[in-house]
Each structure stands twice: as C-alpha cells, then as structure tokens.
C-alpha cells in the first residue's frame, strides 16, 4: 500500500470537501477536469492497475447511471451523472489506497470517535477476505453433497444449506474475536500507538486550503 | 507462583454438568507445563479462567478462588490480568484483526499505553523470537496457518506476560510448521517464560515439558513429570500416547521413551533388538490391496495443471488410482492437495489435462452427478451443517439423489454410534460428533470413492479409535479412500499407497516405507518418517553393522 505524506484526517477532510464540490457542481467541464487531476494522481503514485481493477467494479454503476439519467432525462445529465461517480469513486480509491486502514482508525479514535466504531471500520476491510473463503468452503461442502446452491430455483430452497452454517460460524467468530480482542486490551483508555498521528504543517495547510476552496466555492454557487 | 487455581469449580450458563469441577492447581515460574484431556475435559475452560475471561466475559457460575501473579481473577478485570497472562487461542483466524503483521504485534503494547521506543525493543525482540522478522508488512490473512499461528503468539509475547498459555497450537500445523512451533516454544523456555501449553497430541511437544498434568471430565486425574504419568494406569483419559510409548506397549514393555536414541539404548540393554525389530516388521502395513483386488480404475489424472491468481497449483499432475485402495495424500500447508481433491468431484474443472472418475470425464460432468459417487468428508463438520435434526443431516444427500437406503442409513447410525441422537440438532453435538455426522451423510449415498480431508485435525484419541475402526471396516469392505493429512502416524496405519504433494507436483508415489525411504522427497515437502519406520531403520542399521 502506498503511504502518503498526509494525516489521515487532512486526507478525510480533503476527501470530504472534494465529494460536497463534485455533488454541488454539475458542469460537465468542471467533473472531467477534476478527473483528469485525479487520473495524474492515479499516475502519479503508480496506481494504474489497481485503478483499472477498481474499474471493473464501478464500471457497470457508472454506465447504469449514464444509461439512467440519459434516458430519464438528457444525454448532458446522462454524461454529468456518470463523470460524477467516476471522480466520487476515484476520490474515495485514493483515500483507501494511501491509508492503511489502522492509521484511518488511529486517526479517527484521535478525532474523538469511538474506538469500537474505528474498529468497525477498519474490521470490515479485514475480515471480508476471511468471511469469503468461509463462505467458499461451505458452498464447496454443500455441492460435494449434491446440494444445488449454485443457482436457478432449487438453490431458493436450498439457501439455509449456505446461509445456515455461514451466519453460525459468523457468529462462532465474533465470539472468539471478541475474547480475542479483550485479552489483547481493547478499548482500555490511554491507548497510544506506535506511529501516533501527528499533524504536521502540511496537514494544516490541506486543511485550510479545502475549507477555503469549499468555502469559497459554495459563496460562488449560491451567494451570486 | 504465577498461577493457582484453590479448589475451582465452574458451570457454564444453564450446563448443569461442570466444566471444571473441583480443579486444585499450581504453577510456579520458568516451568513448562503440559495439559491434556479428551475433547470436552475443560482444557480451553482452564484457559480462559486462567485469563479472567471467566468470570469477567463468560458468566455463569464460578466457586473457590484463582490467582493470576497474584491478583484474584474476580476481582481484577481482563484488561488488568492480561498484563500478567496472555492466551493464545486455538483459532488463529479469529485472533489476528490488523491490518499487517507489525500492528497485529505492537496492538496489545498500545493498549497498555506503552511509549514508542519501548515498543520498538519489545516488537524486534517479539518478532526475533517467533522468527517474523520477514513477515512483518504482511496482511494476516494471507499467511499460512503456521506463520498466523507465529503472529499470534508474537503478539502475546510482545506483552512479555508472567505467564504464557497456548491451547492446541499444534492442531492445524503441518509437520514443518510444527517444528518450527517447537523451536519457539524451547527458545522461550531457555528465555525463562513460564508457558502452559494444552494439548492432545502429547507427542508434539512431551520431551520438552516439566510437568504433566491430565484432565478428565474437568478433574485433573493425574500430575507430575511426563514419564511418571504416562507409566500410571491412565487409560480411561483417552490420551493418544506418544507413539514409541505405544510401540513398546504393544509389544509387552512398559517404559516411558520419547526418542528414538532412547528407544535403542532400552532394546540394546534388555537385549529386546530382534525379537522387537521383528515385532516392527509385523505392524508394518505393506502390502498394496488394490493387486488383489483387481485392477480398475478409480481415478485417473492426466497431466493436469490448475493455476490460481496466475500462480502454478498444480502442475502435471498424472495419477492413477485402483479400486479398493486406500490412499493417502502428504504435503505441507499450500502444497495444493485440496485443489486436488476438488477436482475429484468437479468443484475444480480441469484448466489443462483432464480427470476421470470412474471414466466418468470430470469436466464434462456436473458436481451434482459426480458426488453421487464420489463422497467428500471435509475438515471442518461446520461447513455442511445446516438441518433441524441429525437424521435429517445424515439423510439430506441420499434423499436428494432419491437413492435413500433404510437398512443402509440404519447401519449407519449404529456404526456410528449416533443413534441416540438421532432426534437431537447436530448443533448441540461435540466437535467429534459432528465429525461423524459428517461421515455417516458421505457414506450414505454408498460412495464408491471416499475423501477424507485432515479426518484427524483437532480430534481427540476417542475420535481417532472410532475413525480407525470405521476405516478398517471400510477398508474390508473394498471401499476406496483418499485422505489428505498431516498426521503421518495415521496414514502409515491406514493407506496401502502414500502419495507426496510438493509445489503442485507428486514428487513420491508407493508404499509407506518406500515413499519414507525417499528422504530428498521427504525433506522437499517437509516431512519426517514416523517414529516406527525411524526405529525401524534404526535398528536395521545396528544389526547392518553387526552391533
């Protein structure tokens, strides 16, 4: 994961202030030159693959809502609407690609919030690639035993085979996570970490620059 | 004394039956202690009372009184205790929730508010002592079972706890990682770290412990050095003894030895070399079934290559198994033999070569037809666990191929012993009796090939007699079985054919004692010949040499 000379809450805020502007701004000139700055980033930090893999992923949403808006609408506001998920999503692919998930939740706990809501955060990136190979393995034992939970509709009736174990071996994990956690000091006050969160001028300097920027630009779009 | 438990009984949550009953128990600092115990003798209730889990976490109800370093564990929080006692808990998976290696170890030193160049010494000493150093920047679930296992150590380590307690570390290991697991646990022993390790598998770790204590129905039964206690009558515990312990008990002599060095010098001085080298001779299982038992084929694989992630899993794999034998498959952690037994029933398609089943063409085949023959016990019971009642598990594949057999699923229950759970949720079952739940749902649609992946993995000795005896009926039976495992003792009991697995290739392929002679391919898949062919071969040289 590439690491960025920011503090993690400088790069939220920043984030932040960049999705309120891409909402509030619907020109079409405006959303394709905020995406061509993020594509140089993209490059910048040599995230070329990763960005077309994440692509991949988006790819169908953003058509969906070009087709959508298009239809409903008119084909300028088919354009705006898809550009508009684009850069959002792109915002967001470099904010989780140069934070690693514990400094987000550092950062966070730092911020004031609770260390169980940070913890959920970055949890939730940690753990999906487990609950799949679960998940995997369930499905695998099922159809080993002629159970159709592949598709069409036998697999409707067949659905407790896969949720059935998955939702018990979930909760099973939860369990011992949660014992795991206590005896390693979870949400004792006074935690510190190694690499504690500082905010250095850099991080100053973002911070005020996105609130003039948003500041700035909401006294443009509604003051005149 | 770091850790003392003064007549400890405790119930769980509307169990009327105690975890732990009366429990009296001491341990001083810098000993190594082993606890033992079938499935259910409340070794993991130990563990977490001995952390303050109990009473803090688990309620229900706890008499007599535990020490931890001193601090009485009702009247210290968790978060207090766990400064003086870590727990390394039997699920690796469950007990990493960091993003890399690193944050996983430093966590708990965060936690306690420690001062970054203090937690810079203790993470370099940490990851130095449980050998990930190179792993450090790694995401936790992309390592290996034994390298998860490291971390979780490390990261208790890192807390430099008076008192140490690993429950069943050795389970899902393979047989390097084991060793490797081993050689921690003796540089923490040579560092001082009083380490309670609880265990089945006594063979794993006994030689290297000071004390043995056995549990029983949450009794401890039995305590004192290892040798003296497994000279006692101790045969009602369900131990799975050490297997040259079991080697000379068989054969008359009753004396506690843990190496083979010690084996020979025991033979050599009660002049026992022969007749016992010809005692060895007759337990070895040799001779390969599937020549008399005809010559038609069960599997064959054709230079078969699967790739994951563009990485090589499997790469030309040729393999050609008889009817009527019964096989098993070896190989260290990521090898890829579960890739390989998964394309014996088509959950894997070939990407290259082709696989018949009972010339049934694999790829061509549906999984749904092809597990019609082809029955698949997994390691883990849970994954297929789903109906209201055991009858209804063992019977939800026969009935969906309509091919339900009353006398045979009958049959089943009994050699199964699950009869008088028939009516009962196979959730309320052990861990064991799912276990063979899971055995009797394969085996009722009459498979003619049976796999069996890790069927000894975490199961205790009770466990393993019934799956011997269940085995050896199938075996007589004709039926034709595959098992991947680790557990070597097991496979030179039960298959006729070993086959090794090493970076998607078969390396070694014949009989027990041929494939355990082949020491490059042994050493290249990380495994050691089992203590009755190294005393085998032992003794075959002293006589070589004519001493």
């Avoid at chain 2, 949450?218 to 045969?235: H, I, N, S, W, Y």
């Avoid at chain 2, 131990?239 to 002599?253: A, M, Q, Y």
């Avoid at chain 2, 790829?363 to 209804?392: A, C, H, M, Y």
């Avoid at chain 2, 089943?412 to 028939?422: A, I, S, T, V």
């Amino acid at each position: 994961m590439k690491r960025s000379l920011l503090d993690p809450r400088s790069k939220l805020i920043l984030s932040f202030v960049a999705m309120v502007l891409l909402m509030t701004f619907s020109y079409w000139a405006f959303l394709a030159i905020s995406l061509g700055i993020l594509i140089l980033f993209v490059s910048q930090l040599r995230l070329w693959q990763n960005w077309l893999l994440f692509l991949k992923g988006l790819g169908f949403a953003v058509l969906s809502f070009f087709l959508i808006a298009w239809l409903a609408f008119d084909l300028p506001t088919g354009v705006i609407s898809g550009l508009r998920l684009l850069t959002i999503g792109t915002v967001f692919f470099l904010f989780f690609q140069t934070t690693p998930p514990e400094l987000l939740s550092n950062g966070l706990i730092k911020i004031g919030f609770p260390n169980a809501f940070a913890f959920v955060l970055s949890a939730s990136m940690q753990f999906v690639p487990v609950l799949i190979r679960r998940a995997r393995n369930i499905r695998d034992a099922q159809r080993a035993r002629g159970i159709p939970i592949e598709g069409g509709i036998k697999s409707i009736i067949y659905l407790p085979a896969f949720v059935g174990p998955l939702l018990i071996q979930s909760f099973k994990f939860a369990d011992e996570l949660a014992e795991a956690m206590e005896a390693r000091g979870f949400g004792l006050s006074g935690r510190r970490f190694r690499y504690e969160p500082h905010l250095r001028w850099i991080d100053w300097t973002v911070i005020a620059g996105s609130f003039i920027l948003l500041i700035t630009a909401l006294l443009i779009k509604y003051a005149y | 004394m770091i850790l003392r438990f003064e007549g400890v009984t405790y119930h769980y949550p509307g169990i009327n039956t105690p975890a732990l009953d009366c429990l009296d128990l001491s341990v001083y600092p810098g000993e190594c202690l082993l606890i033992a115990g079938t499935s259910g003798s409340g070794k993991s209730t130990f563990c977490r009372a001995s952390i303050g889990l109990i009473p803090h976490f688990y309620h229900g109800e706890l008499n007599g009184k535990i020490l931890v370093d001193g601090l009485d564990t009702r009247q210290h929080s968790v978060f207090e205790l766990f400064r003086h006692a870590g727990l390394v808990f039997q699920n690796p998976d469950a007990q990493l929730f960091n993003q890399t290696v690193e944050a996983e170890l430093v966590y708990g030193l965060e936690s306690l508010g420690m001062e970054p160049s203090q937690i810079e010494s203790r993470l370099a000493w940490a990851s130095r002592l449980t050998k990930l150093d190179a792993l450090t920047d790694r995401l936790p679930h992309t390592l290996s079972g034994g390298e998860k296992q490291r971390v979780a150590l490390g990261a208790i380590l890192t807390l430099q706890p008076q008192l140490l307690i690993l429950d069943e570390p050795f389970t899902h290991l393979d047989p390097e990682a084991a060793e490797t697991l081993r050689s921690i646990l003796r540089a923490m022993k040579s560092e001082g770290i009083t380490t309670i390790i609880v265990e089945h598998r006594l063979h794993e770790i006994i030689q290297d412990v000071d004390r043995l204590i056995l549990f029983h129905g949450g009794k401890k039964v039995a305590e004192g050095p290892p040798r003296q206690v497994l000279l006692e009558d101790v045969t009602d515990v369900g131990l799975n003894l050490p297997p040259l312990f079991r080697l000379f008990k068989d054969f008359g002599i009753q004396t506690a030895v843990f190496d083979i060095h010690e084996a020979i010098e025991k033979l050599k001085v009660q002049s026992l070399l022969n007749p016992f080298y010809d005692h060895l001779i007759g337990q070895f299982k040799n001779l390969p079934k599937a020549s008399k038992e005809g010559m038609h084929p069960a599997v064959e694989i054709q230079n078969l290559h699967f790739n994951f992630d563009g990485k090589p899993v499997l790469r030309g794999i040729n393999l050609y198994l008889r009817k009527g034998e019964s096989v098993a498959l070896l190989g260290r952690n990521g090898a890829g033999k579960t890739t390989l037994i998964k394309h014996l029933n088509g959950l894997i398609k070939p990407q290259k070569g082709w696989v018949r089943i009972f010339g049934n063409d694999t790829s061509r085949k549906p999984v749904s037809e092809l597990s019609r023959r082809v029955g698949l016990v997994w390691q883990n019971p849970n994954d297929q666990i789903f109906r209201s009642t055991v009858r209804k598990e063992v019977l939800t594949g026969s009935k969906i191929f309509n091919a339900y057999d009353p006398l045979w699923c009958d049959e089943l229950f009994d050699r199964f012993g699950l009869l008088p759970y028939l009516d009962r949720s196979p959730f309320a079952l052990s861990e064991g009796e799912k276990k063979r739940v899971a055995f009797a749902s394969a085996l009722s649609l009459k498979p003619d090939l049976l796999i069996l992946d890790e069927p000894t993995a975490g199961q205790d000795e009770p466990f393993r007699r019934e799956l011997t005896s269940c085995l050896r009926r199938l075996e007589q039976e004709g039926q034709t079985i595959l098992f991947v495992t680790h557990d070597l003792e097991f496979a030179a009991e039960h298959a006729d054919r070993w086959l090794i697995l090493a970076d998607g290739e078969i390396i070694a392929d014949g009989p027990p004692n041929k494939v355990m002679e082949d020491s490059t391919a042994m050493t290249k898949a990380g495994l050691r010949p089992t203590h009755h062919f190294q005393l085998f071969q032992a003794i075959k040289r002293l006589k070589e040499n004519g001493t």
